[in-house]
């Protein structure tokens, strides 16, 4: 993982005669509407129903089921924007944006109506904060953070542990819910490996860069 200043826009690399449909909505909109971007908000609305479902406690796979769908379309938007020649700083700011949002609504949500232990919470919370805080000092500072191997594997890890305790814990009694339950843990104490070795990294970087 390295610290990178902003990239260019993939449609400022083409001739503007030869852009496609979609690199010149991109210019003309500077990044905001791209196929990448709509995917993006298109997983975070299933994703935010998914919650409000859970929420009113309604139907707790289904509201499982709908934030996992949000979570898979959301990981297509970066396959998205290659396939469109439309990535840019802007699309990376609002599949970030968009990412950190949900997951911080589905992790307070979650805990309120009791499908996310407290240990769990707080262990997510305080990272969740001591992220924020690293970003915002490579922004304040005029570098930029690209996330390493090991932070997006911990951020996988971290929707993969929330959606196993929400499943486990919203199925009732059962040694299915036991099974669950532990997937659940385990994948909490390898989230903890990944998270803890990315936010190191992460704090080394800006320490040598500045």
Do not use: C
Request: aromatic residues 10%; proline residues 2%.
């Amino acid at each position: 993982m390295k610290l990178h200043r902003a990239n260019g826009n993939d449609w400022d690399e083409v001739a503007i005669a030869d852009r496609t449909v979609w690199q010149r909505y991109a210019a003309r909109t500077q990044g905001y509407i791209t196929p990448a971007n709509a995917v993006t908000i298109f997983g975070s609305f299933i994703a935010l129903t998914g919650l409000y479902v859970l929420a009113l406690d309604v139907n707790t796979m289904l509201g499982v089921s709908l934030l996992l769908v949000g979570r898979l379309a959301d990981l297509f938007d970066g396959v998205v924007a290659d396939y469109t020649g439309t990535k840019s700083p802007i699309g990376e700011a609002v599949d970030a944006t968009a990412d950190k949002v949900v997951l911080a609504a589905s992790v307070m949500t979650l805990w309120i109506i009791q499908l996310l232990p407290t240990a769990v919470f707080g262990f997510l919370a305080l990272h969740a904060v001591y992220n924020v805080l690293l970003f915002g000092w490579a922004l304040f500072t005029a570098q930029r953070l690209h996330p390493s191997r090991n932070g997006k594997l911990a951020a996988a890890l971290e929707w993969v542990v929330v959606l196993l305790f929400a499943s486990a814990l919203g199925i009732g009694a059962g040694l299915t819910r036991h099974a669950i339950l532990g997937l659940a843990w385990i994948g909490f104490v390898a989230f903890v490996i990944f998270a803890v070795h990315s936010s190191q990294a992460y704090t080394t970087d800006l320490r040598k860069t500045s």
